[in-house]
């Protein structure tokens, strides 16, 4: 597929996601979303701060917690969803603090700025771009976080080049995302289900960081967080068994995919 086409497909499955208003490939597809969150890091205290409704289980890490946000930053968040990583980091930086969404979905930006008026979140604002073409300005944001999307984009170098430029000099990143611990099964890397599902537009954990690197960022740590909570083995979820009947007899999905945390500065 080429780039264009990739990036329709993707809008067009989180589309569905966002009126569906549940998770699929990279989260938790069934109504205990919130069990979920707690699984891959989020706790009680934080997940009171996140409106029901902007919590679809496509999360892969915590980013908020790896951030260290403080009181009247401006942070940015790529590939936003419903608002679940914004709500958080809005109530961290507080009311002089700001935090702005991007996503490319439409359904997605209008379920998020409809969750930040029903809970009366004013310092949260989401708008509709795609995360290789930021609509923000220049050295405008403290910190960048990301959950479980930038494996998505089929254009990698970009958003990272991207996410230097939006970044105040001294400026962070905090960003949760699916690697790869060694090359994929042929059919997952040519399956579209493999794909939107967050693991066939994974990269190398290795070629991760050199490419976070090569965009300008220094200190670029990327760190493994165990194996990937991606899909679970009974998942019912069409995509996701798509996934695993892909691999080979006697392989796990584990053995290939894991969880991530990449840190770097500006």
Not at 17 to 24: D, F, K, L, W, Y
Not at 54 to 71: D, E, Q, R, V
């Given at each position: ?18 009126q ?67 709500f ?18 439409p ?5 998020a ?37 930038i ?102 999905l ?13």
């Amino acid at each position: 597929m080429d780039k264009k086409n990739t990036r329709n497909i993707v809008r067009e499955a989180y589309g569905r996601i966002a009126q569906e208003q549940a998770g699929c490939g990279c989260g938790a597809c069934g109504p205990d979303s919130k069990e979920f969150a707690k699984s891959i890091g989020y706790s009680e205290k934080e997940l009171a701060a996140i409106p029901d409704a902007a919590n679809l289980a496509l999360s892969c890490g915590n980013p908020t917690a790896l951030a260290g946000l403080k009181k009247g930053e401006a942070v940015l968040d790529l590939g936003s969803g419903a608002g679940f990583d914004c709500f958080l980091a809005a109530s961290m930086v507080g009311p002089g603090g700001r935090v702005i969404g991007v996503d490319m979905t439409p359904e997605m930006v209008e379920k998020a700025r409809d969750n930040a008026k029903k809970n009366g979140v004013e310092n949260c604002e989401f708008r509709l771009g795609e995360i290789e073409n930021l609509p923000l300005g220049d050295s405008s944001v403290d910190v960048v976080i990301s959950n479980c999307v930038i494996n998505l984009s089929s254009d990698k170098p970009r958003v990272f080049r991207e996410i230097h430029r939006v970044l105040k000099p001294g400026g962070r990143i905090a960003i949760s995302d699916i690697a790869l611990r060694k090359e994929l099964p042929r059919g997952i890397r040519e399956s579209i289900e493999a794909y939107v599902g967050c693991v066939a537009g994974a990269i190398l954990v290795d070629e991760y960081e050199k490419m976070i690197s090569a965009a300008g960022l220094r200190d670029v740590r990327v760190s493994v967080k165990g194996s990937s909570a991606c899909i679970d083995p009974d998942t019912k979820d069409p995509m996701g068994r798509a996934i695993l009947e892909s691999l080979g007899e006697n392989e796990s999905l584990e053995a290939y995919v894991a969880s991530v945390h990449a840190e770097g500065w500006k």
